[in-house]
């Protein structure tokens, strides 16, 4: 593969299924994936680990690496909670000869599309409805009531922007969801770039 793979994004309100997708795709050899871990100022939940599910920074590091243009995007997805792409994960990827996938928000998302229209696939996942939204929250018990709360009061929002998207994949049955996933994505990877040389430069939030 030429230097700069392709992009892989998958947006949608917190609970929508979006890391149970790419867990499922990270497994398919042949879509030669790698998962972009992105730094955040959240605190780690449950078992997650620095380097593996995020770079977990303090709030001041993280303002640091905003400062110096280090993020690709960036977004205080909740309050006080930072989450941001740094352009050497991308980097460390592309060197690896991989495609990135990414997990992040709506806004991130169609932030990396407007920044590599040709590379990325950014697909929205919908849950069947807000209130299943807030089944799946309470049942996978890694947030507080309020908390969960939070996330839901922003999923209408979030669920506005799904026409923004390459693509929108309704996740009611998962079987469905994941096979859908994997086909919209092969034929992603399978397409040739019209031009693979012309690689966007990564530029910083503020550019915009
Ligand atoms: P997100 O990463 O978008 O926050 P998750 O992948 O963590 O969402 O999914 C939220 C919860 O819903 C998890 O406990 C997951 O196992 C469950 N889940 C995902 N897809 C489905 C589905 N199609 N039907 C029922 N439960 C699902
Ligand atoms: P969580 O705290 O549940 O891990 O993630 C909260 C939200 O932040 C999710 O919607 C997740 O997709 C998003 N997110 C994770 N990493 C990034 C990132 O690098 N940039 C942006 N914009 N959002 C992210």
Redesign the pocket.
């Known amino acids: 593969m030429a230097k700069g793979g392709k992009l892989i994004v ?1 947006s ?12 499922h795709l990270l497994k398919q050899e042949d879509l030669n994936l790698e998962f972009s871990v992105s730094a955040t100022s959240r605190k780690p939940r449950g078992d997650e680990q620095h380097g593996r599910e995020y770079y977990f920074l303090s709030l001041s590091d993280f303002k640091s690496h905003m400062k110096k243009d280090d993020f690709l995007e960036w977004e205080e997805v909740y309050r006080d909670n930072f989450y941001g792409t740094l352009n050497s994960e991308i980097e460390r990827i592309w060197a690896m000869g991989k495609n990135v996938i990414f ?1 992040i928000d709506v806004v991130g998302g169609l932030r990396i599309k407007r920044k590599f229209p040709e590379r990325t696939l950014a697909v929205f ?1 919908k ?2 409805s807000v209130e ?2 807030k ?3 309470k ?4 947030e507080s009531d309020e908390k969960i709360n939070v ?1 839901i009061a922003k999923a209408s929002v979030e669920m506005a922007t799904a026409p923004r998207f390459d693509q929108v994949i309704l ?7 994941l096979s859908e996933a994997s086909k919209l994505v092969a034929s992603h990877i399978a397409k040739p770039l019209k031009n693979p040389t012309a690689l966007n430069r990564p530029y910083s939030n503020s550019e915009e």
């Open positions: 998958f949608a309100p917190s609970g929508s299924g979006k890391t149970t997708i790419v867990q997990d996942v849950p069947p299943e939204l089944i799946r929250l049942k996978r018990k890694t996330r996740n009611d049955t998962l079987d469905h969801a």
